[in-house]
């Protein structure tokens, strides 16, 4: 049996802190500080009593000292000694971080959707069609000044609070005027100068911007915009004819081998100067920009299976061979206003991530009991362009009062224009395809995604013998999303194609002329009753209440609880009707979400910290739409479900930790979470069709230990420079649990209950979720001479990325251990400073594992070789 903790006993937890006295007496003045320089160093923090000055922490940094929340923060110059190119490569070095698909943040085990990313204070949008949190990679390095993680909630932040929230900071208004350059190239062991597979697109592919060939024909958009299916009946053959001859062809379906894969390349500008105004006003402006091209191959297996004698059996077993050539532009422009005790900032981001893909795989599918190969061919374009505008504004005769808004205005994008896929069966030696039996189709599909938001939040120093600060303030969110996908596939038009036609290569097998003689029509296959298109919002208003106090010369407490509001729908669309059609109801919610958290200074420059809170995480729109969709990174199809509701959670935190010198620091905390009706993954099958689908599970509760060291040693006996260790583990426990009477709603079925045991084993641990989570950075680094050598290791345990059939094991993936060397050296030339830049990753070539294991038997899902990769760069500073 789970125990719960209920509401009222946490608020009236939070409420027992409001006992302590405060004597009324004239605030001390209250020094602002540097956030960038809070950031780095440590702070003195002077504890007043009536006859004596007290100054402990001496070591605490302020970011962590101010907080009575569990935090851990990333500088720039950690992002400098890590070496890593995004904030989701340089979130994996925190303790209890994990990195899924390259891109999204696992806390504590969690997956994405318990966590929510921010860009300075505000909530983004984002352009994956399966998520409604955003990648972070689309975050370059060069774009950041530090990022936040708390893990503790408080009750300034959204509701949506899992495993963390994720704040990124940009960089901001200099202080001193600065410009960089940097170049760089690198390559992959298994990618660089090697085998691959290409298509030729168009000429300017390599800058991830298409030059109007993946435009959608007019004759297509024509049809379209009449509101009928693109078929017989609607259209006459000449019709289908005409429109089927506007599809590119050759440089989309025709795939190229080459024997040799360019290498990587990129390069960064950036540059900021601050300009005296007269008086106390100061103009800051700052401008970054950067761009990337990256290749990378992949060649494995791919298998599929059942059980058999109580152990796995391969039904199904392909090799494959893919390459991607990823090209991302960032562009950030700042400006910042100084004025008295007054700030505003205005910061535009912008961030173009294109991947192109070519994949082929070949082998014995059971599904139709032959031989075939897949060939498929895409580009997807995700772009993300926010604008922010900030202020800060302190008021009072000892700047008590301190007021922070924000307002942005953010818009994501994937478009993903000529989706191909063509399918070929071995045939007396040969591969051939009927356009019958073997299926093609084209794809056009486009998900855009569009955030407003704003916020206020206001704090105000207490005039009372101990410190004590009241903050307060609200924020709103506007989240909207349309998303829609047309499918076409050249058929058959007689039954079948005339034999020699069928083994033509693919542009001459949908040439003109094929079309022209009738061998071949188009039919458009796009899904019916909403699985094609969907219109998604979620709007939340939410207000907040929150106090800190020093309790004691020792004791800190922070009390709050926020308010929030929202109302999330998710409308299929209709596209041959464009009309709404029936789905659940939205979900419409009201929570009181309370937050409490301690921190006892017990002993010179070490401290505990105690938070507890309740929190919640609401489906993300494509959990919800009925919409199906490939993924191409795990290549399983999902569909969403529309049943899903909230989940709610308890989290408890209790942490110790010990800075025993400037910037070093161990610390050793547990927490557990309890998670009422989680969001889990499950196998949905609909017909031949195998797909990926959510449900609510009854309850899950994940517990753990997390460990973090830091410290700097050889300073004595080195003749210059130092040695760094940086080290943390995080061991994590979860379990979901399933009773006798507890029920689930699936898709399936039209949401009707339907016994939970039957989807969901009891005792299963939680997607996602690794028990064992480490990081490892050692090394040399002398700031007076710009050297430093690190070696990082980061090491994450077997977790589930998804369930089994009914019946059949869970899917298991084993990121393993990842080891990396960063070098970097800085000299002088004319007056000039260059840093040399050396990079090397995965350097025990550890391999992408995704698999099924049943009583010693084993079927591979997903295999094949990262390589390691290697990196020079340069970079000029003036």
């Known amino acids: 049996m789970t125990m719960t903790l209920p509401r009222s006993a946490l608020s009236l937890a939070i409420a027992a802190l409001l006992a302590a006295p405060a004597a009324a007496q004239e605030a001390p003045t209250r020094v602002e500080a540097d956030p960038q320089a809070?950031?780095?160093?440590?702070?003195?923090?002077v504890v007043p009593t009536f006859d004596t000055v007290k100054v402990q922490g001496e070591y605490i940094p302020a970011p962590l000292q101010e907080s009575s929340e569990v935090v851990s923060v990333l500088t720039r110059e950690d992002l400098a000694r890590q070496g890593d190119g995004n904030a989701a490569e340089a979130l994996t070095r925190v303790a209890g971080l994990s990195m899924a698909q390259?891109?999204?943040i696992y806390v504590r085990g969690l997956d994405e959707r318990y966590s929510s990313a921010l860009l300075n204070g505000s909530p983004l949008p984002s352009p994956e069609p399966l998520k409604r949190?955003?990648?972070?990679?689309?975050?370059?390095?060069?774009?950041?000044?530090t990022v936040h993680v708390q893990k503790t909630y408080s009750a300034r932040y959204p509701g949506e609070f899992g495993g963390g929230v994720i704040d990124v900071r940009t960089v901001s208004t200099p202080d001193i005027p600065f410009l960089s350059l940097s170049i760089g190239s690198g390559g992959n062991s298994e990618t660089t100068f090697r085998d691959g597979l290409t298509h030729y697109g168009s000429e300017d592919d390599w800058s991830g911007y298409d030059d109007g060939t993946r435009k959608m024909p007019g004759a297509l958009q024509d049809a379209i915009a009449t509101g009928n299916r693109v078929d017989q009946g609607n259209f006459s053959q000449d019709e289908l004819k005409a429109i089927g001859r506007s599809f590119v062809n050759a440089p989309l379906n025709l795939l190229q081998a080459t024997d040799s894969i360019d290498p990587d390349f990129n390069f960064d500008i950036s540059g900021g100067r601050?300009?005296?105004?007269?008086?106390?006003?100061?103009?800051?402006?700052?401008?970054?920009?950067?761009f990337r091209n990256k290749w990378q191959s992949q060649a494995g297996i791919q298998q599929e299976g059942g059980i058999e004698n109580d152990a796995l059996a391969v039904r199904s077993d392909y090799d494959f061979v893919a390459t991607e050539n990823n090209a991302t532009a960032n562009a950030l422009l700042g400006a910042g206003l100084e004025f008295g005790g007054h700030k505003v900032n205005l910061t535009t981001m912008y961030v173009h991530d294109t991947s192109k893909e070519t994949r082929s795989k070949q082998g014995y599918s059971d599904l139709t009991g032959a031989d075939i190969r897949d060939d498929n061919t895409h580009w997807f374009e995700r772009e993300l362009i926010d604008t922010q505008l900030a202020g800060?504004?302190?008021?009072?005769?000892?700047?008590?009062?301190?007021?922070?808004?924000?307002?942005?205005?953010?818009?994501?994008?994937r478009d993903a224009p000529y989706e191909k896929g063509i399918r070929y069966r071995l045939v007396d030696g040969y591969y051939a395809h009927n356009a019958s039996q073997e299926q093609n189709y084209t794809r056009f599909g486009n998900v855009t995604d569009r955030t407003d938001s704003a916020g206020v939040d206001v704090?105000?120093?207490?005039?009372?013998?101990r410190m004590m600060e009241l903050r307060f303030g609200g924020a709103w969110l506007d989240n909207s999303r349309d998303s829609w996908s047309r499918e076409f596939r050249f058929l058959a038009l007689n039954g079948a194609l005339p034999f020699y036609v069928q083994y033509q290569r693919p542009d001459f097998l949908f040439s003109d002329y094929n079309l022209s003689q009738g061998w071949l029509t188009l039919r458009e296959t796009t899904g019916a009753d909403g699985a094609a298109a969907y219109a998604a919002s979620l709007e939340t208003r939410a207000a907040y209440v929150e106090l800190e106090s020093d309790i004691t010369d020792t004791l800190k407490g922070s009390i709050g609880v926020r308010y929030e509001d929202a109302t999330q729908e998710v409308v299929p669309i209709d596209l041959f009707g464009n009309q709404p059609l029936a789905g659940a109801p939205a979900l419409e919610n009201d929570y009181f979400l309370p937050a409490l958290s301690a921190t006892w200074l017990f002993a010179d420059n070490m401290q505990l910290r105690f938070g507890a809170s309740q929190t919640i995480a609401r489906p993300q729109f494509r959990e919800l739409a009925p919409q199906q969709y490939l993924d191409l990174d795990s290549d399983r199809v999902f569909i969403g479900n529309p049943y899903l509701v909230d989940s709610e959670l308890t989290n408890l935190d209790l942490r110790w930790e010990w800075y025993f010198d400037e910037g070093e620091y161990f610390n050793a905390g547990v927490f557990r979470k309890q998670i009422d009706r989680p969001v889990e993954s499950i196998v949905n099958e609909a017909g031949a069709t195998v797909q990926q689908t959510f449900i609510n599970a009854p309850e899950a509760t994940v517990s753990g230990i997390e460990l973090d060291l830091r410290m700097n040693f050889g300073e004595q006996w080195l003749p210059s420079g130092r040695l760094f260790l940086g080290a943390n583990y995080t061991w994590s426990d979860s379990e979901v649990t399933v009773g006798a009477d507890d029920v689930v709603y699936p898709l399936?079925?039209?949401?009707?209950p339907r016994p939970a045991s039957e989807l969901i084993r009891?005792?299963?641990?939680?997607?996602?979720?690794?028990?064992?989570?480490?990081?490892?950075?050692?090394g040399y680094e002398n700031p007076d001479t710009g050297s430093q050598a690190m070696l990082l290791a980061n090491h994450a345990s077997e977790r589930i990325s998804a369930r089994g059939r009914p019946g059949q094991p869970d899917f298991l993936q084993d990121p393993g251990t990842m080891l990396d060397l960063v070098l970097r050296k800085r000299m002088q030339w004319g007056g000039t400073d260059l840093t040399f830049g050396f990079e090397a990753r995965n350097l025990l070539g550890t391999e992408y594992k995704e698999y099924q294991e049943l009583n010693g038997s084993r079927i591979d899902l997903n295999r094949y070789e990262l390589g390691t990769s290697y990196s020079f760069s340069l970079n000029v500073a003036f």
């Open 38 to 45: 809070q950031a780095q160093e440590p702070q003195e923090t």
């Open 102 to 104: 390259g891109k999204f």
């Open 133 to 145: 949190v955003v990648p972070l990679d689309l975050f370059p390095s060069n774009v950041l000044q």
């Open 274 to 290: 601050a300009f005296d105004l007269g008086g106390d006003a100061r103009l800051g402006l700052v401008a970054v920009g950067g």
């Open 392 to 413: 800060g504004h302190v008021f009072g005769a000892q700047d008590e009062f301190e007021v922070d808004w924000r307002v942005s205005h953010a818009r994501a994008s």
């Open 459 to 465: 704090s105000w120093n207490l005039p009372t013998m």
């Open 748 to 752: 399936a079925g039209g949401g009707e």
């Open 762 to 778: 009891d005792g299963s641990a939680m997607q996602g979720q690794s028990d064992h989570l480490a990081n490892l950075l050692f």
